[in-house]
């Protein structure tokens, strides 16, 4: 094994971080005017118009209280589903939280939400960050919470507060609290070189798993734990690798003959699924991790690549050109019953099933541009979500909301990452230190 503990940061679980939980801070129980609905956004219907909330700085340590701030703002702000208010805008300066605010000023500027909080230095030495929830038009508290937490890590607890009000306000998880393992590439083109990096969701605390002397593709997050898996072509061949991110060791999932690619774990991360190359063809086969006994699931001429369960762990989503041109098809976990799921005029790739179950996402490629979009497992509902010049390796959020993918058009250097959300919608691009392919979102951080 290979300790890669001086490349990554240390892994930082929820239960270390707030190390007395959450706590609920009580509604102060007052209604201004008549009782209306509770602000709900109803992301159901399409593409739902972005509510107008405002995110004050929080009070106590004013510059960590600043910034806490505005990292609620930012994710929520990426979400599509929110428009900060300008904190120019605002009617009031709050200075203690535990107050209800003045809701007819906060109407006259529009907000539906308002978040309020503080940040107050412990004698231990930790941070307890404290936020109310608000809903202007009702005139109440719709939610409170306070954490307590290492100074350092306030940027989770930021993440962490901006999923409590996402989940509130949509009535399904966020997304904020998670990471995204990718390729970082840097240097010329004939000279590129390639590093396993991580970094949180947002683009912040970027660190690298290896140090960019192999090869390294299509990197991979267990659904159950904190390890990856990816593909490493350092020595002459490739290898499938499992990299632990909480203690920093790697080790070979086995040694197959030929070639291995796009490794995936199942749901319960017990087992890792991949394609083997067997002179022309290539066929799909599962590893159990902990028997090292392997299966294999298809046996034709044909190429058969990409495998990626359903989220149940009953069916495997893969792309075969056995009909002629590579297509999507589905098939049992034991590998029969396959079934061919896409029927475009255009060659599919990559299909990656949404954590929800409800949608397969794909590239696709006809007339030389590449989309990604989605269908049903069954095939029907196809939708391109973007489109453009080489659109490839979509991902999901792990609450199936936002696919993330990357795009290398000519012209600009190398790739970028971009996400989009499953309407099709508010398209953005990830910021990333350099040129970034290949990515992968964590589950939400337990």
């Known amino acids: 094994m290979t300790n890669a503990s001086d490349l990554a940061k240390p892994y930082i679980s929820r239960r270390g971080l707030i190390l007395a939980g959450a706590a609920g801070l009580a509604s102060t129980g007052l209604v201004a005017g008549p009782a209306r609905a509770a602000l709900r956004i109803d992301i159901q219907s399409g593409a739902p118009q972005p509510i107008p909330i405002a995110i004050t700085d929080f009070v106590g340590a004013v510059e960590q209280g600043r910034a806490i701030a505005g990292v609620i703002s930012n994710d929520l702000k990426r979400s599509g589903l929110f428009a900060p208010i300008d904190a120019k805008s605002f009617p009031e300066s709050i200075q203690n939280p535990d107050l209800a605010p003045r809701f007819p000023d906060w109407r006259t500027v529009n907000a539906q939400g308002l978040v309020t909080g503080r940040v107050l230095p412990q004698g231990d030495g930790r941070l307890k960050v404290e936020f109310r929830l608000w809903d202007v038009f009702a005139g109440q508290q719709l939610l409170g919470q306070q954490y307590f937490t290492q100074p350092a890590n306030w940027r989770r607890v930021a993440h962490i507060i901006a999923d409590a009000i996402y989940e509130r306000l949509t009535g399904e998880k966020g997304y904020f609290d998670t990471r995204i393992v990718f390729v970082d590439e840097t240097g010329a083109a004939n000279r590129r070189v390639k590093r396993l990096a991580i970094m949180d969701q947002d683009g912040e605390n970027v660190s690298y798993l290896t140090r960019g002397d192999e090869l390294v593709l299509t990197p991979r997050f267990s659904p159950t734990s904190q390890e990856i898996t990816y593909m490493s072509y350092g020595r002459g061949e490739p290898r499938v690798l499992l990299l632990n991110i909480e203690t920093g060791q790697r080790e070979v999932v086995g040694n197959f003959p030929g070639m291995s690619f796009a490794p995936r774990f199942s749901p319960d991360g017990q087992k890792v699924i ?11 086969f599962v590893m159990d991790l902990r028997s090292k006994a392997t299966t294999r699931l298809t046996d034709t001429s044909a190429i058969d690549t990409s495998p990626c369960y359903s989220p149940d762990g009953r069916q ?12 999507i098809y589905v098939m049992n976990a034991d590998g029969s019953g396959a079934k061919r799921i896409s029927f ?28 990604i979009g989605v269908m049903k497992p069954d095939g029907s509902g196809e939708r391109v979500l973007t489109e453009g010049y080489h659109n490839e390796g979509p991902t999901f959020a792990p609450n199936g909301r936002v696919i993330m993918f990357f795009r290398d058009p000519p012209g600009a250097g190398g790739p970028s ?19 970034a392919s290949d990515p992968a979102w964590s589950p939400l951080r337990s």
């Open 274 to 284: 991949l394609s083997l190359q067997q002179g022309g063809n290539s066929n799909i």
């Open 316 to 327: 495997i989503c893969f792309e075969s050109d056995r009909g002629g041109s590579s297509q």
């Open 344 to 371: 475009g005029n255009a060659r599919y790739n990559t299909p990656v099933w949404s954590p929800r179950g409800d949608l397969i996402a794909f590239t696709r490629q006809s007339e030389g541009k590449f989309a």
């Open 417 to 435: 990452l971009f996400t989009v959300d499953i309407t099709g919608y508010n398209e953005l691009r990830e910021p990333t230190p350099g040129y």
